[in-house]
């Protein structure tokens, strides 16, 4: 008997009782490998005793102040080292207590941003189609997810919506990658032209899609030419590294290796690492100083922002990121881990794909590897997979199926960035056995 709202996908789930690294065990002893780090949060894995250490320190000085009355040091600092790492321009952060807190207030800072300016009638937010930025109702608007968004569409704001880049799934068969990405921005740029650029408050996209795609970069330059139009047009950019971000991908930011600095960042999930629910908002100097010089402050605010334990908690997993140069780790591990299961997949006839960057990868599942035809979305096999990885005692991520019938299902990985090579090899053995368990 349980009081706590279960989530549909889990009937009956196991009870965590403890973490210890790259494990976490239920109440029955069993151990898990954390292969997906939840959702692409526990990056530095679960027991971590510096982030354990800062947190009871800052509880034991000071467990909350109201940011309507007061700032605090681990606030500022946080701030500081994340400005002093963030991309070029970036001068301002505003933090929240999760993703779709910060995708909310990134969407209405932009907003506020341009009625400041004078500018009211820019309004519209252009993103991506199987795209997911969270599920208050601002960002499930923002998000292409078509089954996602359905039941509450009457309550959902009006979104242009373009193609995601994806090239596996979408680049044609003759199309050169200089072709492909040519097409995406045309398509971006018939969107602005058929509302008006004037009309454009912001573009919204993932640097490398997780949840919905799993673990899609994009092609060379797309960031670049979506930054230029963007500059061009005056629609501010704004990238959602909520799981994506704070090293997973092998830089603090995602978005560095695509050469491109937003005007507004998002960012959630590493940033606690799970210790404590927090996220963060970055915005530019131009957008803070057109609010601080015209009507003063920010017209928005959640009880919780700024939270001393939760910025004391996201702290100390910066120092364990940049400190201790754990971030610095994540590619030549991301590419342990993507060669011991190109090795151990590559003649499977139902991986379509091995994609990803750093320690933030994908396996596309397809019914015909020729083809690229999806599995029957019915038979939800990346659930099935799940769930039978579950069992052996690996957490992995599913997947996509039956978002707008574009794609197949996968699974994403976004194991800690502790990570041992041994851990690695587990992780590919106990997916393989998942994947032989479902029939595959
Ligand atoms: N943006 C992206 C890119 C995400 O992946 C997620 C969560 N999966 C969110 C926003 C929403 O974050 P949260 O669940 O913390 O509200």
């Not at 002893?29 to 009871?56: N, Q, T």
């Not at 704001?157 to 097409?183: F, K, L, N, W």
């Not at 990238?239 to 092998?250: A, F, N, Y």
């Not at 396996?363 to 599995?375: F, G, I, N, Y």
């Amino acid at each position: 008997m349980t009081h706590v709202f279960a989530r549909s996908s889990v009937a009956h789930p196991p009870v965590a009782s403890h973490g210890e690294g790259a494990y976490l065990y239920d109440t029955n002893g069993k151990a898990y490998l954390d292969g997906s780090g939840g959702a692409a949060v526990s990056c530095l894995g679960h027991s971590d005793a510096h982030v354990r250490a800062a947190i009871h320190a800052q509880l034991d000085k000071l467990a909350f102040a109201h940011t309507g009355f007061f700032t605090s040091d681990p606030a500022e600092n946080l701030a500081d080292r994340l400005i002093a790492h963030a991309p070029e321009g970036l001068d301002r952060v505003y933090f929240v207590s999760g993703g779709s807190e910060a995708v909310e207030a990134a969407l209405k800072l932009a907003r506020q941003y341009y009625l400041e300016i004078g500018q009211p009638q820019r309004a519209r937010i252009i993103a991506r189609r199987q795209s997911y930025h969270g599920n208050t109702l601002g960002a499930l608007a923002t998000g292409g997810n078509a089954w996602r968004r359905a039941q509450f569409s009457p309550l959902l704001m009006e979104v242009s919506h373009v193609a995601p880049c994806y090239a596996y799934r979408d680049q044609g068969a003759e199309e050169t990658t200089a072709d492909y990405c040519d097409r995406l921005i045309a398509e971006l740029e018939a969107e602005i032209a058929k509302h008006g650029a004037e009309t454009i408050l912001a573009f919204v996209a993932e640097p490398v899609v997780g949840a919905t795609l799993g673990a899609v970069p994009p092609v060379a330059n797309y960031f670049k030419r979506i930054r230029e139009i963007c500059t061009r047009h005056g629609i501010l950019l704004i990238l959602d590294e909520v799981m994506c971000g704070m090293g997973r991908t092998g830089t603090l930011f995602a978005c560095t290796q695509d050469g491109v600095a937003p005007d507004i960042v998002t960012i959630a999930k590493g940033l606690g690492a799970g210790y404590q629910p927090v996220g963060a908002m970055l915005c530019t100097k131009t957008i803070h100083d057109a609010i601080a010089n015209g009507s003063g402050f920010f017209q928005h605010g959640h009880t919780y922002i700024g939270h001393p334990v939760a910025t004391a908690a996201a702290g100390a997993v910066l120092d364990r990121l940049i400190n201790d140069k754990l971030v610095d780790g994540v590619t030549a591990k991301g590419d342990t881990l993507r060669s011991l299961l190109t090795e151990k997949f590559k003649d499977h006839p139902n991986v379509g794909d091995i994609r990803g960057r750093g320690l933030f990868l994908g396996l596309e599942l397809v019914r015909d590897r020729k083809t690229k035809a999806p599995m029957d979305p019915a038979l939800k096999i990346d659930a099935q997979i799940k769930k039978a990885a579950f069992a052996q005692g690996l957490i992995c991520y599913p997947g996509g199926g039956t978002i707008d019938g574009k794609q197949g299902n996968h699974i994403l990985l976004a194991p800690p960035f502790i990570l041992t090579d041994d851990q690695a090899q587990e992780l590919t053995d106990k997916l393989f056995r998942a994947f032989s368990d479902v029939g595959l």
